[in-house]
T-cell receptor, first 114, second 111 residues
Framework: GDSVTQMEGPVTLSEEAFLTINCTYT??????LFWYVQYPGEGLQLLLK?????DKGSNKGFEATYRKETTSFHLEKGSVQVSDSAVYFC?????????????FGTGTRLTIIP | DSGVTQTPKHLITATGQRVTLRCSPR?????VYWYQQSLDQGLQFLIQ???????AKGNILERFSAQQFPDLHSELNLSSLELGDSALYFC??????????FGPGTRLTVT
């Protein structure tokens, strides 16, 4: 079945550092790919998405590019802030193969130090 | 604010009891999804309803059931509760096959 693998956390960075969180997937065909963020005590918020190969999703300074050849969707941000501290989840759906549910990675906890 | 509401926010109950979690989707969304988040299992899909009908089932225990009503709100019923059922339960809604928007969750503690 479909699956998502995320880099293990936790990740600790200093403010203004460059961020990369790796995500790779296994799925039939062309799934839709997502990054969700969960702040402490809150639900999941959609951060960005990409629905076809070479699409770049972006939001709030975060970016991720759908790479079919490497089955990856790595999350990047050029300069992180303390307010970016949260847990980040990579996820996919595969609606063209009858799979509308979100399949999540294990999550990566990010802490930004001032 | 995602537009998805869930009640209650917290629930504490004893083993063997039954509880009902409620979810109201975003206006216009026909699909409702239920997920369980626990430390050992991560985020797991439980069940999906689309316009009142069950559409997909995931790792949902037989002790758990759900339904979606004509006004599109959904309820997740958990019965014969065990300690291991303690978790965060999220509802999400969306247009089928597209991104999903999550509610704030219900934290269930079984004692």
């Amino acid at each position: 079945g479909d699956s998502v693998t995320q880099m293990e956390g936790p990740v600790t960075l200093s403010e203004e550092a460059f961020l990369t969180i790796n995500c790779t997937y296994t799925a039939t065909g062309y799934p839709s790919l997502f990054w969700y963020v969960q702040y402490p005590g809150e639900g999941l918020q959609l951060l960005l998405k990409a629905t076809k190969a070479d699409d770049k999703g972006s939001n709030k300074g975060f970016e991720a590019t759908y790479r079919k050849e490497t089955t990856s969707f790595h999350l990047e941000k050029g300069s992180v802030q303390v307010s970016d501290s949260a847990v980040y989840f990579c996820a996919l759906t595969n609606p063209n193969f009858g799979n509308e549910k979100l399949t999540f990675g294990t999550g990566t906890r990010l802490t930004i130090i001032p | 604010d995602s537009g998805v509401t869930q009640t209650p926010k917290h629930l504490i109950t004893a083993t063997g009891q039954r509880v009902t979690l409620r979810c109201s989707p975003r206006s216009g969304d026909l699909s409702v999804y239920w997920y369980q988040q626990s430390l050992d299992q991560g985020l797991q899909f439980l069940i999906q309803y689309y316009n009142g009908e069950e559409r997909a089932k995931g790792n949902i225990l037989e002790r758990f059931s759900a339904q979606q009503f004509p006004d599109l709100h959904s309820e997740l019923n958990l019965s014969s509760l065990e300690l291991g059922d303690s978790a965060l339960y999220f509802c999400a809604s969306g247009l089928a096959g597209n991104e999903q928007y999550f509610g704030p969750g219900t934290r269930l503690t079984v004692t």
